[in-house]
């Protein structure tokens, strides 16, 4: 059989190698891969050249070279073959090499993490398909010509980003600094640009505050139930969980000083604003109290405010890193929420070694940030529309939140169970007994509603069998569509 010689000796023209060694190269590789065993009769040089398109002398000079390095032999009346005795490797097949094997022999030494997508859910939908998010702004209401002029014009200074290079390792200092003012006027903080460092969102800033404090084998208190993500981030270092229930009033404080006198602890991770997945904002009188064990157990704290500014019952409420706290609470939070997924900007606060430290990790996974959009963002923060924007979409998922919880208090009172929250961008959908998430998850989208939102009904969370439901996302006509749809698969469930 004779191969496809013109496939595998490809022949480049022109080139600084002449085509006489191209073709014997070529050769020499195709019997080192054991594609021409030893032995076996190459071509005749007339043939080979035709095969190649290529002249004949050019082949006889490819041949005169590969006998002259040993490859092969001219045997007389019989011509050219592989020298039999050559030392080489088996031979292969024609498939292609995968040297990228499903499941190296490393993988059980690798570090297992939970697949995070819910089984069956789909990331590609169709036009006219419904998705219920998490909890994600509507980009629609996001200022992007502003963003747009603002990328223009740095686009058009050149280089602008030159400046930026070697320095700005915890973001871009002008961002850094901006966000410190936003976050003094609308958190009741007293920072500088030192305290603070941008991250890649929340996520981010969760994952290096513990990589920094957790060690394996440290006692790690979450609430129950709790941000599943975060849960992962703390295991996945090491940490040993404890979990302290949330009510009405957010995480239960007494149970939790009774867990601090069991041991010792040395992170709690709590989200005391809209709660996530249960949306709950914590009272005035467990901010207090846990203020008081923070101080008392000597605990550091990861205060994660994802989604602050959209409190809809009365003004925000002062986050616990607002108070005295002797540098013990890292505050995290994130531009995703106001702005869209895509927008990957959050930031950190904290007592400034901890930042310098958190800085340098950063940077071994991160060298720096999207300096344009975080140039544009400052700019933005400045000129006061960050603050404008802010202020229309309250306004408008105020209105959204009251539409969805009438909707769904009003029709589907038999199956779902909810409390309104005092802000955010989802509710927290308890589903009675008789009606298992699994069932409705499964059954939505033949209907073409897709529930994305975290839902908890499986494993240590299956007495739940709850999930969040964003509003924030959708406009009225799709939020009205959404609950009819949902009753409707709730009914043929
Ligand atoms: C409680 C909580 N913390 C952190 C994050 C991560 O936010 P980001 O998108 O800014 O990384 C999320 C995302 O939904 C969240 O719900």
Do not use: C
């Amino acid at each position: 059989m004779t191969l496809p010689f013109n496939t595998l000796i490809p022949i480049e023209r022109p080139s600084h190698l002449p085509v006489y060694i191209q073709v014997s190269n070529g050769l020499v590789n195709l019997i080192r891969d054991g594609k021409i065993t030893p032995g076996t009769f190459l071509p005749g040089t007339r043939e080979m050249a035709e095969l190649l398109s290529i002249h004949r002398k050019t082949t006889i000079n490819a041949y005169d070279e590969l006998a002259a390095q040993g490859w092969i032999e001219a045997l007389p009346r019989k011509g050219f073959r592989v020298v039999p005795d050559l030392p080489i490797v088996k031979p292969r097949t024609f498939k292609p090499k995968n040297n990228f094997p499903a499941a190296p022999a490393i993988l059980p030494e690798l570090l297992a993490l939970p697949a995070l997508v819910r089984p069956g859910a789909v990331s590609a939908y169709s036009e006219d398909d419904l998705v219920v998010d998490d909890g994600f702004p509507d980009t629609q209401l996001t200022p992007y010509s502003s963003f747009l002029q603002l990328y223009r014009q740095q686009l058009q200074l050149g280089q602008p980003q030159k400046a930026w290079l070697n320095k700005d390792e915890g973001g871009l200092m002008h961002l850094r600094s901006s966000s410190a003012g936003f976050l003094n006027q609308t958190r009741g903080l007293n920072i500088t640009e030192e305290r603070l460092m941008i991250t890649r969102g929340a996520q981010m800033a969760i994952y290096i505050t513990a990589a920094l404090l957790i060690r394996p084998g440290d006692n790690v208190i979450v609430s129950e139930p709790n941000y599943f993500m975060a849960d992962h981030i703390f295991q996945s270092m090491g940490a040993v969980i404890h979990r302290v229930p949330v009510d009405q009033e957010g995480m239960d404080t007494d149970r939790l000083a009774a867990l601090l006198q069991t041991g010792s602890f040395r992170l709690l991770y709590v989200i005391p604003h809209h709660h996530h997945p249960t949306t709950v904002t914590m009272s005035s009188a467990r901010r207090m109290h846990l203020l008081n064990l923070i101080k008392q157990h000597q605990l550091w704290v990861i205060e994660d405010d994802y989604d602050y500014d959209f409190h809809y019952r009365n003004n925000p409420i002062l986050p616990l890193a607002s108070a005295e706290h002797e540098g013990r609470i890292i505050y995290i939070g994130s531009y995703t929420k106001l702005l869209g997924p895509s927008f990957r900007i959050g930031y950190l606060v904290a007592a400034r070694q901890i930042v310098e430290q958190a800085i340098k990790y950063r940077r071994l996974m991160d060298i720096r940030g999207d300096f344009m959009m975080e140039s544009a963002l400052a700019t933005l923060i400045d000129n006061g529309a960050l603050g404008r924007h802010i202020k229309r979409s309250k306004k408008i998922y105020a209105t959204r939140m009251e539409l969805a919880a009438g909707l769904i208090a009003g029709t589907l009172p038999h199956a779902i169970h909810f409390n309104k929250p005092q802000g955010g961008m989802a509710l927290w959908l308890k589903f009675r007994e008789d009606y298992p998430l699994a069932r409705i998850l499964a059954k939505a989208p033949s209907r073409k509603l897709h529930l994305t939102g975290s839902a908890y009904f499986e494993g240590h969370n299956s007495d739940y069998n709850s999930l969040r439901f964003g509003f924030a996302s959708l406009p009225a006509d799709q939020l009205k569509n959404a609950i009819t749809t949902l009753a409707a698969v709730i009914a043929g469930s």
